[in-house]
């Protein structure tokens, strides 16, 4: 079975990150976190997920989004603990997780696109 991890760049997703962080958690084995100088606690949540999560300050004090993620990349490829990544934001709760499982253990590609539901103000507001 392929070994799945999610990564996450954010900042200030206090609202969000716990449901989040559980929702890939039931799929990927494990999360990397990069926190972008979070203010709102989002640091914090994150680091009471302990041993699947990882997550890492941001040495980075301008946007590129980009580089971030490439950062991120080589990160995870480094640990060596994963063969798909799951690239997701702080506010973007995986739903179908049988689905997604399933289309990567699959094998017919090497890249996917999800669909996403954006929350806004509230939980049941997408």
């Not at 559980?22 to 990397?32: E, F, K, M, N």
Request: glycine share 4%.
């Amino acid at each position: 079975m392929p070994r799945l991890s999610a990564m996450l760049r954010v900042k200030n997703e206090a609202r969000w990150i716990a449901d989040v962080l559980r929702s890939a958690l039931v799929i990927c084995g494990r999360v990397y976190v990069l926190d972008d100088h979070s203010t709102d606690g989002t640091l914090e949540i994150c680091q009471q997920f302990k041993d699947r999560v990882v997550v890492y300050s941001s040495a980075f004090h301008d946007l590129d989004e980009a580089r971030d993620k490439a950062w991120m990349l080589d990160a995870i490829r480094m640990a060596g603990e994963t063969d798909w990544i799951l690239a997701i934001d702080g506010d973007e709760l995986l739903m179908d997780h049988a689905e997604l499982r399933a289309t990567m253990e699959s094998g017919r590609a090497d890249c996917y696109a999800l669909r996403v539901l954006y929350l806004w103000d509230r939980p049941d507001q997408i």
